[in-house]
Nanobody, 127 residues
Framework: DVQLQASGGGLVQTGGSLRLSCAASGFNFDDYAIGWFRQVPGKEREGVSCISTSDGNTYYHDSVKGRFAISRDYTRNVVYLQMNSLKDEDTAVYYC????????????????????WGKGTLVTVSS
């Protein structure tokens, strides 16, 4: 079975850091672009960051550029999202998703074209 297991969320103070992990199984990890999306109740889901396959190409939402960093470990089939200098507005449920191919399609939107989704992990940033 295809699984995308997001973890690493929690409560953190404004300005703090968290690292989210997305563990993938049940599909050929090397062939899929992986993305992180987030959603706040009452608002549309938005793409936060995506990473391509072997070329390492990445996408970041303007609001997280310079603060978040995405990476992937091909030996462990895991994608990480390092989140630094967290702001209150980063509070959301974060989801990871996978899409077959190298192209970072759908990352700038709500992720409708992603093939697989995991359950989310809640990030709460509070002062």
């Amino acid at each position: 079975d295809v699984q995308l297991q997001a973890s690493g969320g929690g409560l953190v103070q404004t300005g703090g850091s968290l690292r989210l992990s997305c563990a993938a199984s049940g599909f050929n990890f090397d062939d899929y672009a992986i993305g992180w999306f987030r959603q706040v109740p009452g608002k549309e889901r938005e793409g936060v960051s995506c990473i391509s396959t072997s070329d390492g190409n990445t996408y970041y939402h303007d609001s997280v550029k310079g603060r978040f960093a995405i990476s992937r470990d091909y030996t462990r089939n895991v994608v990480y999202l390092q989140m630094n200098s967290l702001k209150d507005e980063d509070t959301a449920v974060y989801y990871c998703a996978a899409r077959l191919g190298w192209a970072l399609i759908g990352c700038s939107g709500a992720g409708e074209v992603m093939d697989y989704w995991g359950k989310g992990t809640l990030v709460t940033v509070s002062s």
